[in-house]
C-alpha cells in the first residue's frame, strides 16, 4: 500500500468516526470551571428574567424633577436590556448582572461608580459584591478609594476576586492592587463626583442635615437574573451611604446581607441602611426561609423586608427572585427605583410606592 493510499483510508477513517459522535456542549466558561450544584441540564430554549434596583430611600413626586425622572427611568431601561440582551444571548447569569450593573456604574443618576456618594471627608469609597447562585463562588471589594483615581466598574473588581483570588473579599488599597494586576480600568477621581452628590454631601455635613432625608437615598445599585441554564445570580455596587464616616463598610459588599444566590433557593441584592441590612443577613434570611420554611418568595421576601426590618427600624429593600423566574420587589421606604423583564418578556420600570411593582402582582 502506498503511503498516500494508506493517508486517505486513515483520514476518511477519522472523519467517519468524528461523524458518529455526540454534538460537545456547549458549555460557558463558568461552567466548565466549576461544577455546578442544582444546575439545569440546560435547555437552550428555557425562559430568561432580569431584574435591578437603582436604589430605595425618600423617593416621592415631590422631590423629583421631570428631567431626573426621565433620566432615572432611561438609565434603568438601559441597564435592564444590556442584561437581558446577554441572557437571550445564551450568556449567564453572571455575566448578565455584571452588564447591567455596569450600566448603572456609569450612570450618574446612581449611587455607584460615577455618581457615588461622598464620605465624610469628602472623597468616594466603593463597595461591591457578586454571587453565582449555581457555584456558591462569590466575590466583593470592599473600600476602594478613589482619591487617586477609582475602579469605573467595581462589580468587575469583585467579579475579579471570585474568578482570579482564593478570597471571597478584599478591600481598600489591597483591593485597588488586585484590580490593577487585573488590568481592571481605573478613571480619575473627579469622574466619580457629580454636582448632585456634591450638594448632598454638603447639606448632609451643614446645619440644614439636621433634614436626614438626604441621607435616606439608598441609590445603590443592584441585578439579579435567571439564565438559560436556569441558573441564578446577584450583584450589588454602591458608594456607601452619604456623609459616612471614613473606613466605613455597608452591607453591600457583604455576602448574605448585601448580596446572596443560591440555586436551592432565591438570589436577593438589596439596598437601604445597611448596618440594618447587616445585622439581620437580609439577603440571606430571604432565601433560608424559602428553603427551610417551604414558603413562596413572595412571602421570604415580605416577612423580612415588612416585618423583620421593620420591627428593628431599618429602612429599605430588596430584588429578588427564584429558580422559576418569580420576581419579588418589596421595600418599605416611600419609592424604590427598580425594573425587571419576567419569564414571559414583560418589560416593568417603577420607581413610587404607589406604581405596579410587577407584572404579576
Ligand atoms: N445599603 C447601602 C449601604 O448601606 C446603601 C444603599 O443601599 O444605597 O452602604
Known amino acids: 500500500m502506498t503511503s498516500l493510499i494508506r493517508f486517505s483510508i486513515i483520514t476518511t477513517g477519522l472523519i467517519l468516526l468524528s461523524a458518529c459522535q455526540p454534538e460537545a456542549p ?11 450544584a442544582n444546575s439545569n441540564t440546560g435547555s437552550d430554549n428555557a425562559s430568561v428574567a432580569i431584574v435591578i434596583h437603582g436604589g430605595a430611600g425618600t423617593i416621592t413626586r415631590e422631590a423629583m424633577t421631570p428631567d ?19 441572557l437571550s444571548a445564551g450568556d449567564t447569569s453572571i455575566e448578565a448582572v455584571i452588564a447591567a450593573i455596569n450600566v448603572m456604574e456609569d450612570a450618574p443618576e446612581f449611587n455607584a461608580g460615577r455618581g457615588a456618594v461622598l464620605n465624610h471627608e469628602g472623597f468616594v469609597e466603593l463597595d461591591a459584591s457578586l454571587m453565582d447562585g449555581a457555584t456558591g463562588q462569590a466575590g466583593a471589594i470592599a473600600g476602594a478609594s478613589t482619591q487617586d483615581g477609582g475602579i469605573r466598574y467595581p462589580i468587575r473588581a469583585a467579579h475579579a476576586v471570585m474568578t482570579d ?11 485597588e492592587a488586585f484590580a490593577t494586576t487585573q488590568g481592571l480600568e481605573f478613571i480619575e477621581s473627579d469622574w466619580f463626583i457629580t454636582d448632585f452628590r456634591y450638594q448632598q454631601w454638603e447639606d448632609a455635613r451643614s446645619a440644614r442635615a439636621g433634614n436626614t432625608d438626604t441621607a435616606r437615598w439608598y441609590s445603590t445599585v443592584g441585578a439579579v437574573a435567571l439564565d438559560q441554564n436556569g441558573n441564578l445570580a446577584a450583584g450589588t455596587s454602591t458608594g456607601g451611604m452619604t456623609n459616612k464616616r471614613f473606613g466605613r463598610i455597608g452591607d453591600s459588599p457583604i ?34 426561609r424559602m428553603r427551610h420554611k417551604g414558603v413562596s ?11 423583620v426590618l421593620v420591627d428593628a427600624g431599618g429602612d429599605g429593600g430588596v430584588i429578588a427572585m427564584d429558580r422559576q423566574g418569580h420576581i419579588a ?5 416611600e419609592g424604590m427605583y427598580r425594573a425587571s423583564i419576567d419569564t414571559n418578556g414583560q418589560m416593568t420600570i417603577a420607581i413610587y410606592g404607589d406604581e405596579v411593582a410587577n407584572p404579576s402582582e
Open 255 to 288: 455576602i448574605g446581607a448585601g448580596t446572596y444566590a443560591d440555586n436551592a433557593s432565591c438570589a436577593v441584592s438589596a439596598t437601604g441602611h445597611g448596618e440594618f441590612f447587616i445585622r439581620h443577613v437580609v439577603a440571606y434570611d430571604i432565601c433560608a
Open 329 to 333: 420587589m418589596p421595600f418599605n421606604t
Open 165 to 175: 483570588s482564593p478570597h471571597v473579599m478584599l478591600s481598600g488599597a489591597g483591593a
Open 68 to 86: 431626573r425622572e426621565a433620566a432615572i427611568r432611561g438609565a434603568l431601561e438601559q441597564a435592564l436590556k444590556a442584561g437581558h440582551d446577554r
Open 297 to 307: 418568595l413572595d412571602q421570604a421576601a415580605d416577612e423580612v423586608i415588612h416585618g
Open 26 to 36: 456547549v458549555a460557558n466558561t463558568d461552567q466548565a470551571s466549576a461544577p455546578r
